[in-house]
């Protein structure tokens, strides 16, 4: 059973970068074939994309945050982060990472990290 783990401030103050960790255990961020995703859901609204990096340290990005996001990885703790710069309130919401597998049809997410809520506000 993979295990992630999100961490970092929940307060961000506007025009700042956000900064997360996903930690994970039980399974390494460099098995070929899977990728690990970053995904918010703000207060009343569904599920967003926001990019993913691959086993080999390959990255995609969500083209309405491209601009603002970047996604790197510490294979040596067996992690992966996100930062997203430039936030605004409409930043604020719940953001989880997951672990993205090929599935009949397309991709799927076979692990959730619990998610961390992230408050932009002044």
């Known amino acids: 059973q993979v295990r992630l783990q999100e961490s970092g401030p929940g307060l961000v103050k506007p025009s700042q970068t956000l900064s997360l960790t996903c930690a994970v255990s039980?399974?390494?961020?460099?098995?070929?074939?899977?990728?690990w995703s970053w995904i918010r859901q703000p207060p009343g609204k569904g599920l967003e994309w926001m990019g993913v990096?691959?086993?080999?340290?390959?990255?995609s990005y969500s083209p309405s945050l491209k601009s603002r996001t970047s996604i790197s990885r510490n294979t040596s703790k067996n992690q992966f982060s996100l930062q997203l710069s430039s936030v605004t309130p409409e930043d604020t919401a719940v953001y989880y990472c997951?672990?993205?597998?090929?599935?009949?049809?397309?991709?799927?997410?076979?692990?959730w990290g619990q998610g961390t809520q992230v408050t932009v506000s002044s």
């Open positions: 039980d399974g390494s961020i460099t098995t070929s074939g899977y990728t």
């Open positions: 997951a672990r993205v597998v090929v599935v009949p049809g397309g991709l799927g997410i076979d692990y």
């Open positions: 990096i691959a086993y080999d340290g390959s990255t």
